[in-house]
């Protein structure tokens, strides 16, 4: 799917800063805004921390998005015209994206995401979605396992890196509130070529199933969030 990519990338600045700017208020004595300048000081702090977790959480999901297995990738990034070439993360980048014009769209995606954070914000849906020309997004309309599974596992593993970051120790009773929220707002743009439209008072069992389009696409999302919650404490 088209969508796959950019969601995975939005998914993971969505999901990092609000591990950090969750504990960031968590930390104060007293209610303070979240002004747009105070975002973005509170993300550039975390400038490098943001670059070293993006390799370390994406690259699988982007592997399993481009090819169809594990030892594909592996052949390539051994083989002797390649092996000799990989420097840095950003030349293992080029491989996982499969093709140039893929790891283009991937730069493309990294600075429009970065630049939304610098200004203060997180990419909105609406954004997400106006940065694409018309007929480029899909509807999924269908079960998509591997990419749903990828999506889950982006947003937990990112969310939780940016508490790490943030110097947060040990689960709190409102970390599965905020990962409802980013999977519910996430898979709009992995599965849907636009903003789902819900109800304000639609329960949580509904927009999941709204946004995940069908019942196994959202016991895929479930099921994937618990082994990587699980994961993620150990």
Do not use: W
């Not at 707002?185 to 599965?191: A, F, H, I």
């Amino acid at each position: 799917m088209t969508n796959s990519q950019p969601a995975l990338i939005r998914a993971f600045f969505a999901a990092f800063a609000e591990g950090v700017l969750s504990r960031n208020a968590e930390q104060q004595t007293e209610a303070v805004e979240m002004t747009p300048q105070r975002v973005k000081q509170i993300m550039l702090e975390h400038y490098e921390d943001i670059s070293k977790y993006y390799f370390d959480i994406l690259f699988n999901p982007l592997a399993i998005i481009h090819y169809d297995t594990a030892e594909e990738l592996i052949a390539i990034l051994r083989s002797p015209e390649v092996a000799p070439t990989l420097k840095t993360p950003m030349d293992l980048f080029r491989h996982v994206c499969r093709t140039e014009e893929a790891h283009e769209d991937m730069v493309t995606e990294y600075r429009r995401n970065f630049t939304s954070l610098l200004s203060g914000r997180v990419m909105s849906l609406e954004d997400f979605f106006e940065g694409f020309p018309e007929g480029y997004l899909e509807e999924a309309g269908g079960d998509c396992e591997r990419e749903v599974r990828a999506m889950t596992q982006v947003v937990v593993k990112a969310f939780f890196a940016g508490r790490k970051a943030a110097k947060a120790e040990g689960a709190t009773g409102t970390n599965q509130v905020y990962l409802f929220r980013l999977l519910i707002d996430n898979m709009q743009c992995l599965l849907h070529s636009g903003p789902v439209p819900m109800d304000d008072d639609i329960d949580l069992t509904q927009a999941f199933l709204a946004v995940c389009g069908n019942e196994k696409n959202l016991n895929t999302m479930l099921q994937a969030m618990q082994q990587t919650m699980q994961d993620e404490a150990v």
